[in-house]
């Protein structure tokens, strides 16, 4: 987990500066952070909606990115223990890095594990947050310090991660095809939950 | 309300209940085979998308500007296996660099 927490903390600030310049009260993006918990699809909702992309399209988007979380879930699922509410609580700190460190999809997996890697995960996350959200109170211009740019590059390096096979690439390639063609055709936000479409490549049986 | 905290709520109230399908909904079941390999290809998809939005889309405008850079920079860091929190530094300099001496 060490090696992460950095990634976290410099994700979670540059989320903070981001929403305090799309018009996030640092309360609402520091809330955001610590009830949603999965960075991606945040970074992507702030964005929309600092695009001038409307509620809609900055949800759908997020949502889109997170229904990962389905199937990921129903792999670990045999491990939870207790009530309801103690499952929900503790399903909360399921994200991609505490699943993938604790043996997740494998008969390996430790929730115990799972539950402290989460844990500290979640609060470098909302602090990383805050520190970013106070910084974005004094920054007018996050662009002067290329955050827009980093997170071009900080999806790329997600995208790179998740191209395990061929339909995974030809998925990519659609979808940024089918974003690129609809940029200026729709309003912002659009083009990214159009993109969707491009899973039906895998709908071809082979 | 305002927008940010409509998103706020809805986004938390449905990623909270996404994560919890399997280890709450779900006792002994698995997704068929079929539906598993589709979701999977979401991700890229979307992923994909934000890629061309966030480096080129400027309103409603493609347009070439600093934050390929940055791009590109992120991407040589991402092939070497560079940490996440270095992809993001080393594109946000890049960004950053191009954008003040251009």
Known sequence: ?206 | MSAAWITVLVVGAGTAVLKAVGPVGVANKELPPRVTELLSMVGPAILAALVVTEAFAHGRHLVVDARIAGVAAGAVAALVRAPLWAVIVVGALATALVRLIS
């Open chain 1, 1 to 206: 987990m060490a090696p992460l927490v950095p990634a976290v903390l410099a994700l979670g600030a540059s989320l903070g500066v981001l929403a305090r310049a799309s018009h996030f009260s640092s309360a609402a993006v520091i809330v955001m952070s610590a009830t949603t918990f999965a960075g991606s699809s945040q970074v992507a909702a702030v964005s929309v909606l600092g695009a001038g992309g409307g509620i809609v399209a900055a949800v759908v988007a997020a949502l889109l990115l997170n229904v990962r979380y389905a199937p990921i879930g129903i792999t670990v699922a045999q491990s939870f223990r207790g009530s309801i509410g103690r499952r929900f609580a503790e399903a909360q700190l399921v994200v991609d890095e505490s699943w993938a460190l604790s043996g997740g999809g494998t008969p390996r997996f430790d929730r115990r594990v799972m539950l402290g890697i989460g844990g500290g995960l979640w609060i470098a996350w909302v602090g990383g947050t805050a520190i970013g959200a106070l910084l974005g109170g004094v920054v007018s211009d996050p662009s002067a310090f290329g955050l827009d740019g980093a997170f071009a590059a900080l999806f790329l390096a997600l995208l790179v991660s998740q191209l395990t096979n061929r339909r995974a690439i030809a998925a990519a390639a659609l979808g940024a095809a089918i974003a690129a063609a609809l940029t200026p055709l729709t309003p912002p936000g659009v083009p990214i939950i159009a993109a969707t479409v491009a899973v039906l490549v895998g709908w071809r049986r082979t």
